[in-house]
């Protein structure tokens, strides 16, 4: 994302943008068998869970 672009964000939208990469970056994990399902479940569970994400994304 470009820096102008994310200046411009409220705090929410940041917040949903980082979860979004990391979800992203588990994705990969997961898709190149680098993770078991397991462990993307509980990873992606702990981020949501940190990060207060109430709703699929």
Known sequence: MEQE???ELTPEEKKLELYRAQKSTLDTFLERH????????????????????????
């Open 5 to 7: 672009k994310w200046e």
């Open 34 to 57: 680098a993770i078991s399902q397991a462990q993307y479940d509980k990873s992606l569970g702990d981020l949501t869970a940190k990060m207060g994400i109430k709703k699929a994304v």
